[in-house]
C-alpha cells in the first residue's frame, strides 16, 4: 500500500528506462495498487515489462463491494496476480480455502497466479516448516488440480525473515526451494523442472546474487527494495546468465 499517481510515475520510468540498459536477461514484472493500474498499464505500452495485481477477489462479478475481479484485472491489462500473500493470510485472515479459491479463479479468467507460501517466526521455531508448506501448497494442488500450475508462479516467503531484522540464508533459502519443487515432482515431474520459484524474503542489491544463485531459486518477489528503482534494478542485474 505505497504510492502516488506521481510516485507512480518516477518508479516506472526509472525501471523502464534502467531495464533498456540491463545486460542479465531478468523477466521484469511490477505489481502496483488497484488504483495505479491503469497508469501503470499506460506506462509500460510498447515495453517488456510486465504487469500484475496484488490480489483478486472471487467469481467474475456481483455484490461484493470493495473487492476486484480478475475479469476487471485482465481488462485493466494485468496477466499476473499475487494470491495468498503473507500479509493477506495474517492479516486478512485469509485461510487455506480461501487461498485456493483465488487461485483457481485466477487461472480461470486467463490470469497467471503467483502463490505465495511461508511460514511464520513461531511455526518456524516450532520445527513446522514443512508442514506449513506442505498443508499451503496441497490445498491448491487439491482445489485446482496439478496442470493449473502450468501457468503460475510459486513464491516462498519466509515471513519470519521479512521486515523483522532476521535473515534467511542462501541455504535456509535453498532447502526449503527444493522441498516445494519436491512436493511438485511428486504430482508432475516435467512441471517440477519448469515451474518458477521466487524467494521473498527480503530480497536486496546485497544479497540477491548469493540467493539467486541457488539452483532452486529462480527470481524474487521484491517488497521495500522495489519501491527504488535503481535499489529495484541492481536486484535485476544479478539474475544469472
Same mark, same amino acid.
Given at each position: 500500500m505505497h504510492?502516488s499517481?506521481s510516485?507512480?510515475?518516477? /518508479? +516506472?520510468?526509472?525501471?523502464?528506462?534502467?531495464?533498456?540498459?540491463?545486460?542479465?536477461?531478468a523477466?521484469?514484472?511490477v505489481?502496483?495498487?488497484?488504483v495505479? /493500474?491503469?497508469?501503470?498499464?499506460a506506462?509500460l505500452?510498447?515495453?517488456?515489462?510486465?504487469l500484475?495485481?496484488q490480489?483478486?477477489y472471487?467469481g467474475t462479478q456481483?455484490?461484493?463491494?470493495?473487492e476486484?475481479?480478475?475479469p476487471? /484485472?485482465?481488462?485493466?491489462?494485468?496477466?499476473?496476480?499475487? %494470491?495468498?500473500?503473507?500479509?493477506? &493470510?495474517?492479516?486478512?485472515?485469509?485461510?487455506?480455502?480461501?487461498?485456493a479459491?483465488k487461485?483457481?479463479a485466477? %487461472?480461470e479468467?486467463?490470469?497467471?497466479? +503467483?502463490?505465495c507460501?511461508?511460514?511464520?517466526k513461531d511455526?518456524r521455531?516450532r520445527?513446522?516448516?514443512v508442514? +506449513?508448506?506442505?498443508?499451503?501448497?496441497q490445498?491448491?494442488?487439491?482445489?485446482?488440480?496439478?496442470?493449473?500450475?502450468q501457468?503460475a508462479?510459486?513464491?516462498?516467503?519466509?515471513?519470519w525473515? +521479512?521486515?523483522?531484522g532476521l535473515?534467511?540464508?542462501?541455504?535456509q533459502?535453498?532447502e526449503?526451494?527444493?522441498f516445494? &519443487?519436491? /512436493?511438485?515432482?511428486?504430482n508432475?515431474?516435467?512441471?517440477a523442472?519448469?515451474? &518458477?520459484?521466487?524467494?521473498?524474503g527480503?530480497m536486496?542489491?546485497?544479497?540477491?546474487?548469493?540467493?539467486?544463485?541457488m539452483?532452486d531459486?529462480?527470481?524474487g518477489?521484491?517488497?521495500?527494495?522495489?519501491?527504488?528503482?535503481?535499489?529495484?534494478?541492481k536486484?535485476?542485474?544479478e %539474475?544469472?546468465?
Open positions: 504510492g499517481r510516485q507512480v510515475e518516477a /518508479l +516506472i520510468t526509472g525501471i523502464k528506462q534502467g531495464a533498456a540498459a540491463l545486460s542479465s536477461p523477466d521484469i514484472l505489481l502496483p495498487t488497484f495505479h /493500474l491503469t497508469q501503470a498499464h506506462l505500452t510498447n515495453t517488456t515489462i510486465l500484475g495485481a490480489n483478486l472471487l456481483g455484490a461484493f463491494t470493495g476486484i475481479a480478475g476487471m /484485472l485482465v481488462d485493466a491489462g494485468c496477466q499476473y496476480v499475487l %494470491v495468498g500473500h503473507s500479509e493477506r &493470510r495474517t492479516l486478512f485472515h485469509e485461510d487455506l480455502t480461501l487461498v479459491q487461485f483457481k485466477a %487461472v479468467c486467463g490470469l497467471k497466479p +503467483i502463490l507460501i511461508g511460514e511464520t511455526e521455531e520445527g513446522e516448516t508442514k +506449513i508448506i506442505s498443508d499451503q501448497l490445498s491448491v494442488i487439491h482445489l485446482a488440480g496439478i496442470e493449473a500450475f501457468h508462479v510459486i513464491a516462498y516467503e519466509p515471513v525473515a +521479512i521486515g523483522t535473515t534467511a540464508t542462501p541455504d533459502a535453498q526449503v526451494h527444493a516445494i &519443487r519436491l /512436493l511438485i515432482s511428486q508432475h515431474v516435467d512441471l523442472k519448469t515451474i &518458477r520459484i521466487l524467494y521473498g527480503s536486496k542489491p546485497d544479497n540477491a546474487a548469493s540467493l539467486l544463485a539452483p531459486i529462480d527470481g518477489l521484491i517488497g521495500g527494495a522495489s519501491l527504488e528503482a535503481n535499489s529495484f534494478l536486484i535485476c542485474a %539474475v544469472p546468465t
